[in-house]
């Protein structure tokens, strides 16, 4: 069925975000490849890098064609088209920055609009590079149409390094999420504890109180959620509060009641409306002892520092990562059980997926572009859970936070627009 909707495109947004198809001609010109696909849906963080479409959760598919003789290798020798679902038409037009929208019958299966926008724009044969998460009957597709596949990893490879825009985009969630961040803060601070109260797990541990009634971990990321759903992002199910033994879970989102002395760690991770997350997350306790806590966060915000101390140009992604490591053994916290101490690598690349590249673990060396979380933390399910994670771009100089928030144990009040 020929393509539909082939009239004047929506005019796009000034400030809608552009993709850099460079990479991925670079990549179809060193593998002598005719053409790249990617098929997915709204939930595949590749393709909607790639597309800048938000549209529905059925399949569409992304095309890229190499124009010439394939030995150019930057964007303008490709010719790229979005093979958008029946009904979305318009959306595609205007969020699409690429060449062309081509809107099929509404059965079509996406692997066979690929392969059909393919043929279109090349010979019918050749070497089609496609993504790695492409569903088998698109790629199957792909072959009967008489095409070898081969997979590619330069989609993920070319979301590592962000635009302008793109870092436009990550700081203006990531203010959001410290608003979300503010606001616990602020009902902790203005808590009350009930040292009588029953059913305490540790001798002179109260339940917090807030607002009338007691404080549970629940509680807390409804407020939270509520600040974010006002500075237009969401949550997204990435809301994590923990305190006590639950906040060294990792991925804690469950009812637990908050008490005075124990730490509550928060990890706020929202998205904003072109698919950037925000990662930001501080540990508060009220009314610390003084105990393991103190001796956690003092070690952890030291991690934290050397670790900031080490980004930049050049430098690998895993010296970071041991440089955390060595001041939190130098405090005595473990750094090589998956239990108890420092558990996880102290951070990741954060774009349209909350977790993707690069990792500080990795021996990649960090390159201009790079936005990274650093997150060093300890954990033991007997006493609680230490975080401080904040956002960073790296730049020509060294690095920029992509947003600022105190540190502090005890929560404090604090005057914030």
Not at 290 to 312: I, M, N, Q, T
Request: glycine share 10%.
């Amino acid at each position: 069925m020929p393509a539909q909707g082939d009239g004047p495109a929506p005019a796009r947004d000034d400030d809608a975000l552009d993709t850099d198809y460079a990479p991925i001609a670079a990549e179809l010109a060193a593998r002598e490849a005719v053409g790249f696909v990617a098929v997915g849906d709204r939930f595949d963080d590749g393709l909607r890098w790639l597309t800048r479409f938000s549209g529905p959760d059925r399949e569409y598919a992304f095309v890229a064609v190499a124009d010439g003789d394939g030995a150019e290798t930057d964007a303008g020798s490709l010719h790229t088209a979005l093979c958008a679902p029946a009904l979305f038409d318009e959306q595609a037009r205007r969020e699409f920055p690429g060449d062309e929208v081509r809107v099929d019958g509404q059965g079509d299966q996406a692997g066979v609009r690929a392969a059909t926008a393919l043929a279109a724009r090349s010979a019918e044969s050749g070497t089609v590079l496609v993504s790695r998460s492409i569903p088998h009957d698109a790629a199957v597709f792909l072959e009967r149409a008489g095409y070898e596949v081969a997979s590619t990893d330069a989609v993920a490879r070319a979301r590592e390094t962000k635009t302008d825009a793109e870092i436009d985009r990550l700081r203006r969630v990531q203010r959001a999420a410290i608003r979300g961040v503010a606001r616990a803060e602020a009902i902790l601070a203005e808590s009350t504890v009930d040292s009588e109260a029953e059913a305490d797990e540790r001798p002179g541990a109260g339940t917090v109180h807030w607002n009338g009634g007691v404080l549970s971990t629940d509680r807390l990321r409804r407020q939270v959620n509520e600040v974010l759903a006002a500075h237009g992002v969401r949550d997204a199910g990435n809301t994590v509060i923990g305190a006590g033994a639950t906040a060294a879970d990792l991925h804690y989102t469950g009812t637990d009641v908050i008490r005075s002395g124990e730490t509550v760690l928060l990890d706020v991770s929202p998205r904003g409306p072109d698919g950037y997350y925000g990662d930001v997350t501080r540990t508060f306790a009220v009314d610390p002892d003084g105990g393991w806590e103190r001796r956690a966060y003092l070690a952890v915000e030291r991690a934290r520092k050397a670790a900031l101390d080490e980004v930049a140009a050049g430098v690998p992604a895993s010296t970071v990562h041991e440089e955390a490591a060595a001041e939190l053994a130098a405090h005595g916290f473990r750094v090589d059980s998956p239990e108890v101490g420092f558990t996880h690598s102290t951070g990741h690349g954060v774009g349209v997926s909350l977790h993707e590249g690069p990792s500080l673990g990795s021996d990649d060396e960090l390159e201009v572009g790079n936005v990274v979380t650093i997150e060093p933390g300890v954990y033991d399910p007997e006493e609680g859970g230490v975080r401080l994670e904040d956002v960073v771009v790296v730049t020509d100089d060294s690095f920029e936070l992509l947003g600022e928030y105190p540190f502090s144990l005890v929560p404090k009040r604090r005057d914030r627009e």
